[in-house]
């Protein structure tokens, strides 16, 4: 630029107070510029690291769908605070069988009754019969009754009552025996093959052919049935 423009229009001195004042008003729009920025900024870093620091990370969902567990301790029995336990009831004893002295009455527990017949088929007019035994199973001898009544042998078919030993039985029926130990009491009983009763009076009728039972009947005491048939 020449200076004699400087010269003709304005001073020197004027033209560089121009310059220097919009120089000033531009490093001043800058500077507003640049504060504006700053200030905006700022406050949302802030509120960006306060919310980063407040804001802690979600459960994990594979942790969160698991079940819950809860654990219980169990506390420790005290051996003085449990419950006795029940003492266990004695069982009575036995009591024992008082020693048998010999020659006294046979305990039906040490006697065994058996019968057994001497055919199974009667032809027409051969009379049955059975023998019976009584046998003493205890450690010294004892005294049994043999009578017919003790020993009653009964001859059934059915439910009929055929005949019995003990009908129609006068005087003394007690017959006491000794029975030494393991010695059996045999009697040997024949059968007319009529019909008896309690009534001596009764007309005692002729069994018919067909099948017979004969069995001991004995207070305490069992014997095998027999069976037998009459033609």
């Known amino acids: ?39 905006s ?9 306060q919310v980063a620091q407040t804001t802690s990370p979600g459960p994990d969902p594979l942790l969160a769908a698991l079940p819950t567990v809860t654990v219980t301790p169990t506390p420790p029995q005290n051996a003085a605070s449990a419950p006795p336990s029940p003492a266990p ?34 032809g027409a007019g051969a009379l049955p019969g059975f023998i019976l035994t009584l046998v003493n ?9 043999v009578g017919p ?12 009552r055929v005949w019995s030993s003990s009908d129609c039985v006068s005087g003394e029926t007690e017959n006491l025996r000794k029975l030494e130990r393991g010695i059996p009491h045999v009697q040997v ?3 007319d093959r009529h019909r008896s009763a309690a009534d001596c009076r009764a007309e005692r009728l002729r069994a018919r052919p067909g099948t017979y039972v004969a069995a001991v009947r ?4 069992k014997s095998r049935k027999v069976v037998f048939h009459l033609r």
Not at 41 to 49: F, H, K, R, S, T
């Open 149 to 160: 009544r003790s020993l009653e042998i009964r001859i059934t078919s059915g439910n009929d």
């Open 1 to 39: 630029m020449d200076p004699d423009t400087f010269r003709s229009d304005i001073g020197v001195d004027v033209y560089w107070r121009r310059r220097l004042a919009a120089l000033i008003a531009v490093l001043v729009v800058v500077a507003v510029v640049a504060w504006a920025c700053s200030s």
């Open 189 to 191: 009983l024949k059968w």
């Open 89 to 122: 009831t004695p069982r009575p004893a036995k009591p024992s069988r008082p020693s048998k002295r010999p020659g006294e009455l046979c305990d039906n527990a040490d006697l065994v009754l058996g019968l057994q017949a001497d055919g199974e088929v009667y």
């Open 218 to 221: 004995a207070t305490g005491m």
């Open 41 to 49: 900024e700022g406050p949302q870093d802030v509120q960006a690291a």
């Open 137 to 145: 199973t205890g450690k010294v001898m004892c005294v049994a009754d």
